[in-house]
């Protein structure tokens, strides 16, 4: 009775990972039948400028405290040369970095098989290991980012409500709004609201397509953080100097759009509020361990908040998105919208 | 005075002529299958009436989600002219509400105070459709609280449905006293 039961295990054992070898093998021999290696040219997508605006760091900012004036652009590429002009091929190779990353972020049908692949090169190649609906896709999305020669204008408008006030307005955590009369709604709502809404900012930006850039609304607040003893000549004086943090709290909207084949708008956005808890705890320090003096320094606590999306939409749509923000009952609401104008339509004031 | 209620009395009475004209115009286009945006007339009234903006778009986001049910349906094999007629039907139903609701605001009384809260049409319910998956390709949340005595950073992915939660403490000197890291799945706070 022992040895039918251990041939039957025997023979279980097997053949049983042998079949899975050749469904694993067929499996395999699939998807590298599926896939197939196109070569794509796109040198003429690469020498395109593309500056990214980037926007400045919210919380507890890096000592020394940086000056309050403008963000300036940002290279997207190291290889700068010393004059601080992006050399031909830091923006090639910038470009082709961002132009791999979109087509891997958007291509649909997603890329789900490791042979599945997208690589972009600084000389202007892409090569995609793709199915050819992927392919497909892939030929719509090159003559897409070719055929667009205008801009992309993206308003957004931020409020802040009172938390439970999203019901009241007709709107989830999130929403669209496919059109102008239902945006019109949504703000005739928000302007009715009791309390009323503060409306933080509302702002429109005009951008080349897949460029970054962001709107900032913001304070930066001072405190002391810490002390420490110098001495200083003449005489050997132990003087104090107190040590300078410097916070940046407000609100920080980054967006970058992309434009798709069929008048539709891919939309990555980031909302980003920093609030500072009011009042500000102290503390009471000695100076030295020994010492009988004592000094106060502050002990700030910051809350941030922080919101990524990213979603495909028509051309005029807006998009509703919210989030609880700092101390008390409040909450972020930001409207934005995205729509395709011509670079003759743009006034030289509205960029 | 005599003059002044006169003309209340014409407007009032201008106004409510107005929007039965308004929703007899609509119900037409609607019955017609054609959209009432695309009318003149309509277009002219809710030029004059802005508050007719409100309810219209009220009604037409309750009839499009009735539509999206009756399509549900007819993926259950109804037959053609089962669906029309349900189609029809929730019309009607979705119709009727809406004209319940509107006149309900129209009986409504004035807020006392200018500062007491206004109702919005149709608060039971979200007016406003949320964002589709298949367009909602990324949306992550993150909260940070920092202070001198550490960090404590909470991760919120709502299309993947996962959160985490990190928490760094830091002793007296800035040193890391403490590191810990919990993954929840799912999470209440959805879209």
Same mark, same amino acid.
């Given at each position: 009775?022992?040895?039918?039961?251990?041939?039957?295990?025997?023979?279980?054992?097997?053949?049983?990972?042998?079949?899975?070898?050749?469904?694993?093998?067929?499996?395999?021999?699939?998807?590298?039948?599926?896939?197939?290696?196109?070569?794509?040219?796109?040198?003429?997508?690469?020498?395109?400028?593309?500056?990214?605006?980037?926007?400045?760091?919210?919380?507890?900012?890096?000592?020394?405290?940086?000056?309050?004036?403008?963000?300036?652009?940002?290279?997207?590429?190291?290889?700068?040369?010393?004059?601080?002009?992006?050399?031909?091929?830091?923006?090639?190779?910038?470009?082709?970095?961002?132009?791999?990353?979109?087509?891997?972020?958007?291509?649909?049908?997603?890329?789900?098989?490791?042979?599945?692949?997208?690589?972009?090169?600084?000389?202007?190649?892409?090569?995609?290991?793709?199915?050819?609906?992927?392919?497909?896709?892939?030929?719509?999305?090159?003559?897409?980012?070719?055929?667009?020669?205008?801009?992309?204008?993206?308003?957004?408008?931020?409020f802040r409500v009172e938390r439970g006030t999203l019901q009241k307005l007709g709107v989830d955590s999130s929403s669209m709004l496919t059109g102008e009369m239902e945006r019109g709604v949504f703000l005739d709502r928000v302007a009715k609201l009791r309390p009323a809404a503060e409306e933080i900012n509302?702002?429109?930006?005009?951008?080349?397509?897949?460029?970054?850039?962001?709107?900032?609304?913001?304070?930066?607040?001072?405190?002391?953080?810490?002390?420490?003893?110098?001495?200083?000549?003449?005489?050997?004086?132990?003087?104090?100097?107190?040590?300078?943090?410097?916070?940046?709290?407000?609100?920080?909207?980054?967006?970058?759009?992309?434009?798709?084949?069929?008048?539709?708008?891919?939309?990555?956005?980031?909302?980003?509020?920093?609030?500072?808890?009011?009042?500000?705890?102290?503390?009471?320090?000695?100076?030295?361990?020994?010492?009988?003096?004592?000094?106060?320094?502050?002990?700030?606590?910051?809350?941030?908040?922080?919101?990524?999306?990213?979603?495909?939409?028509?051309?005029?749509?807006?998009?509703?998105?919210?989030?609880?923000?700092?101390?008390?009952?409040?909450?972020?609401?930001?409207?934005?919208?995205?729509?395709?104008?011509?670079?003759?339509?743009?006034?030289?004031?509205?960029? | 005075?005599?003059?002044?209620?006169?003309?209340?009395?014409?407007?009032?009475?201008?106004?409510?002529?107005?929007?039965?004209?308004?929703?007899?115009?609509?119900?037409?286009?609607?019955?017609?299958?054609?959209? %009432?945006?695309?009318? $003149?007339?309509?277009?002219?009234?809710?030029?004059?009436? +802005?508050?007719? &903006?409100? *309810? =219209?778009? !009220?009604?037409?986001?309750?009839?499009?989600?009735?539509?999206?049910?009756?399509?549900?349906?007819?993926?259950?094999?109804?037959?053609?002219?089962?669906?029309?007629?349900?189609?029809?039907?929730?019309?009607?139903?979705?119709?009727?509400?809406?004209?319940?609701?509107?006149?309900?605001?129209?009986?409504?009384?004035?807020?006392?105070?200018?500062?007491?809260?206004? %109702?919005?049409?149709? $608060?039971?319910?979200?007016?406003?459709?949320?964002?589709? +998956?298949?367009? &909602?390709? *990324? =949306?992550? !949340?993150?909260?940070?609280?920092?202070?001198?005595?550490?960090?404590?950073?909470?991760?919120?992915?709502?299309?993947?449905?996962?959160?985490?939660?990190?928490?760094?403490?830091?002793?007296?000197?800035?040193?890391?006293?403490?590191?810990?890291?919990?993954?929840?799945?799912?999470?209440?706070?959805?879209?």
């Open positions: 009775m022992i040895f039918p039961t251990a041939l039957v295990l025997l023979v279980t054992a097997h053949f049983g990972p042998l079949n899975t070898s050749v469904e694993h093998a067929h499996t395999t021999l699939d998807v590298q039948a599926n896939v197939k290696l196109v070569i794509y040219d796109v040198a003429d997508l690469l020498t395109r400028p593309h500056v990214d605006f980037e926007g400045p760091k919210l919380g507890e900012q890096p000592h020394p405290a940086p000056t309050s004036g403008p963000a300036q652009p940002q290279p997207p590429s190291s290889e700068s040369d010393p004059s601080g002009a992006v050399s031909d091929g830091g923006r090639a190779t910038s470009n082709a970095k961002l132009l791999e990353a979109l087509v891997s972020k958007y291509i649909t049908p997603k890329l789900e098989r490791p042979a599945e692949t997208v690589a972009a090169t600084h000389h202007g190649s892409l090569f995609a290991n793709l199915r050819p609906e992927q392919h497909e896709w892939l030929r719509k999305f090159l003559d897409e980012q070719r055929q667009f020669g205008g801009l992309i204008e993206v308003e957004a408008r931020a509302s702002p429109r930006l005009i951008m080349f397509p897949n460029q970054r850039a962001h709107i900032a609304v913001t304070t930066q607040i001072s405190y002391v953080k810490d002390y420490s003893i110098e001495v200083v000549e003449p005489g050997q004086k132990q003087v104090v100097v107190p040590k300078i943090g410097v916070i940046r709290e407000g609100l920080l909207v980054h967006v970058r759009p992309t434009p798709m084949p069929g008048d539709v708008v891919a939309l990555e956005f980031t909302c980003e509020t920093a609030d500072v808890l009011r009042p500000i705890s102290t503390q009471s320090v000695r100076l030295e361990a020994g010492s009988e003096r004592e000094v106060e320094i502050a002990l700030p606590e910051v809350d941030i908040a922080k919101l990524t999306s990213t979603v495909l939409i028509r051309a005029g749509t807006s998009v509703v998105v919210s989030l609880p923000t700092g101390p008390g009952e409040r909450e972020l609401v930001v409207l934005i919208k995205a729509s395709r104008t011509t670079s003759a339509a743009t006034s030289p004031e509205g960029k | 005075m005599t003059s002044h209620n006169e003309s209340s009395h014409t407007d009032s009475g201008h106004t409510d002529s107005s929007r039965n004209e308004f929703w007899e115009r609509v119900n037409a286009a609607l019955d017609a299958r054609r959209d %009432p945006l695309e009318d $003149a007339r309509v277009q002219q009234l809710l030029e004059r009436e +802005p508050d007719l &903006l409100d *309810e =219209l778009a !009220a009604l037409q986001l309750t009839l499009s989600a009735t539509r999206d049910v009756t399509h549900s349906a007819s993926l259950a094999h109804a037959p053609a002219r089962r669906r029309t007629s349900a189609f029809v039907g929730w019309a009607a139903l979705a119709a009727g509400f809406a004209a319940i609701v509107v006149a309900a605001r129209w009986n409504a009384p004035e807020p006392r105070d200018a500062n007491a809260t206004h %109702p919005a049409p149709l $608060a039971l319910a979200p007016l406003f459709a949320p964002i589709p +998956p298949g367009v &909602l390709l *990324e =949306l992550r !949340a993150t909260f940070t609280r920092t202070s001198p005595s550490g960090v404590r950073i909470e991760h919120v992915d709502l299309v993947e449905s996962r959160s985490s939660v990190e928490r760094r403490e830091l002793g007296p000197q800035g040193q890391a006293t403490l590191f810990a890291f919990a993954h929840h799945q799912p999470r209440v706070r959805q879209p």
